[in-house]
């Protein structure tokens, strides 16, 4: 529910203690008002009161009536030179409640006074004492309804609790608006970033870019991306680690018997001055370099830790063409060419590290294919790009994929994609494009060649995706 909610509970105390603050103005504005209505008051019963002075014959009774109902009083009682004169005069209905003199009359008294009046609906007559205006004399005493004078406070109370309603709307509505600004919306893109890696904390592209302005968010920001960079290099410690302990066992039974069979044709050259040693050399060198293969390939995958992409904008075509010189120089006279299809002025968010690793393993996987069947073939690497990402793909014209590989792809130590291979060049490469949020796959694979694609995207992708 909306109250529920950070900004829905600033906006309610917002308005509750504008309101708050709008009643401590209230009373004082009420008191003040009432003062000032029984001043008017006063002033226009001197005024009748000096009309009738002034008048040296008697006034007749309609006039007198008239006088007193512009006042807006019941008598009028004036005092000058020591002397008390009823000026004007009229019947009095009811007793009289109360005598209020506003000559010394102090803030506490006036609130107390129209707190009372406002509370008590009862018709009441009152007297009023106050000092004439002008110094017309020492003192000027009328007598009044409070009907008409209540009804007044109430009409002008209504308009001052209207209008604080109106104030306390506003405050809160902008300071709301400024709340979610400055608090709410860097909160959410917290939450929304946090929520986010959840769902593939092995992407590096999730990891939060902090953006904050406010010194606290942006703190917690930046142990956010310390928080989340820390966590996908052990994940992906763990992942290799798991992987690697899985491994191990046929690792080492593997590895034993290659050992064995280069250590008794070791023994044999050492021993023995057999002629069919000169043909048992090529099949110790061949048992050793596999050993070293197998070796070095599990070693490099079973590293303690890959470090996350660096992600910047970088040019493709320099890329490709370094992964191409450097396996025409590995080809030596093998019957091997290589095709480039990259624009020159393409660029593309990447680490290029390990975007050339992951090249350097597809192009080497096709060309060790190629040269296996004993046929020539070809290797073409081209790009383009789209509204979505950019795509990177890698062709040969090689003999295809076995069924096994294609059934294990991408899995370590089972998707090797040649005899004696350990698919531990597809895992990493898939590994370290998961890692720029992408992925690789694997478009056709027949007697007509190979097809490989690395897709980067420009936006993060879900999770599904990025673990495809």
Known sequence: MFLNSLSGRFLMLTVVFVMLAEVLIFVPSVARFREDYLLSRLERAQIASLAVLASEDMLDED??????????????????????????????????????DLRDAGPWDLIRDAIGCLIDPRPQVIRVIGDPVQKAGLLIEVTMPTGEMRHAMLDYGLRILLLSALISAVTALLLFLSVRGFLVAPIRHLVDAMQSYAAAPEDAR???????????????????????????????????????GAAVAKISHDLRNMLTSAQLFADRMETSDDPAVLRAAPKLVNSISRAISLCESTLAFGKAEEPAPRLQHMQLAPIVYDVVESERLAVGADDVSYGENVPAGMYLRADPEQLFRVLTNLVRNARQAIIASGKGGEICISAEES???????????????????????????????????????????????????G????????PDGTVFAIFLPKAVISAPEAAA
């Open 439 to 446: 992925r690789l796959d694997l478009r056709r694979t027949g």
């Open 387 to 437: 509204d979505d990402g950019w795509t990177i793909t890698v062709e040969d014209t090689g003999p295809g994929l076995p069924p096994k590989a294609r059934e294990y792809l991408f899995q370590p130590f089972q998707g090797g994609t040649r005899k004696g291979g350990t698919g531990l060049g597809l895992a990493i490469s898939a590994d370290l494009v998961r890692g720029h949020g």
């Open 206 to 244: 999730r990891i939060i870019a902090p953006e904050a302005s406010v010194r606290e968010l942006r703190e917690a920001e930046d142990a956010l991306r310390s928080m989340q960079t820390d966590l996908t290099g052990a994940l992906r410690q763990k992942e290799r680690l798991a992987q690697l």
């Open 63 to 100: 006039l007198e009536k008239e006088l007193l109902e512009n006042a807006g009083v019941m008598n009028v009682v004036l005092r000058r030179d020591e002397m008390r004169q009823l000026v004007l005069s009229s019947p009095i209905p009811d007793p009289i409640e109360a005598t209020f």
